[in-house]
């Protein structure tokens, strides 16, 4: 931010005053989530994911929706009470290119939890108890960056034993083991009286770009 500001002034101020930074950026993201995308890929994943279903009546929509995540979850479910150790593989492969990375790091030790961990011409502490690095990166995603890596080599410790829970195969479980009912036919569904219906909202005219007027004489 400080160096868009020396670039453009009047680009900083709308940022900060049109656009709150939790939304955009990293360094301000709420650790709790444990996720720093900043892109709409999942949304795309999702409509491609549902496919010609978007066209369909409302009620088919839904079942046919309710159908496929029916029959995701039982697989995901199925795969993952296969899993072995304490992190899901795909964690696993990260861990691995993050240990790679971190070969190229020195530190220096202060106690057994704090270490100053020189990265090119940076130099970064990390506290291995609190699992924090002034990189932000393990406080944000939970996965210890390479600068941790680092230190937990150092000590001989177990990287998987350093990422949060949230990545752990048993929160896999959790996440997955909650499957959708089975329904009949829908035109075997019972009719609903009408009490219950939440109505649509009243449509408005989305802001567009105003129509031109054309002007005699002008190509």
């Not at 083991?177 to 009408?194: F, N, Q, S, T, Y």
Request: charged residues 30%; positive net charge; glycine residues 4%.
């Amino acid at each position: 931010m400080e160096r868009i500001k020396k670039e453009n002034n009047e680009a900083y101020d709308w940022l900060m005053e049109h656009n709150d930074p939790s939304s955009w950026s990293r360094h301000t993201f709420d650790y709790k989530a444990k996720s720093d995308h900043i892109t709409n890929n999942m949304t795309e994943s999702f409509n491609h994911w549902v496919g010609s279903l978007r066209s369909k009546p409302i009620l088919n929509l839904i079942d046919e929706i309710r159908i496929k995540v029916m029959s995701r979850l039982h697989k995901i479910y199925e795969k993952v009470c296969t899993m072995e150790g304490m992190v899901t593989p795909n964690v696993r492969k990260k861990l691995m290119m993050i240990m790679s990375d971190s070969r190229f790091c020195t530190l220096l030790q202060s106690g057994y939890e704090q270490f100053e961990v020189t990265d090119g011409l940076l130099r970064f502490v990390v506290h291995v108890t609190n699992k924090t690095c002034c990189c932000k990166v393990w406080d944000a995603i939970g996965i210890p960056c390479k600068h941790a890596a680092s230190a937990i080599r150092h000590i001989r410790g177990d990287m998987e034993a350093y990422c949060d829970s949230f990545y752990t195969v048993e929160r896999y479980i959790l996440a997955h083991k909650e499957m959708i009912k089975p329904l009949l036919d829908l035109d075997k569904l019972e009719v609903d009286d009408g009490t219950d219906v939440w109505h649509l909202p009243p449509l408005k005219r989305q802001p567009s770009r105003p129509n031109k007027k054309k002007i005699e004489g002008n190509l």
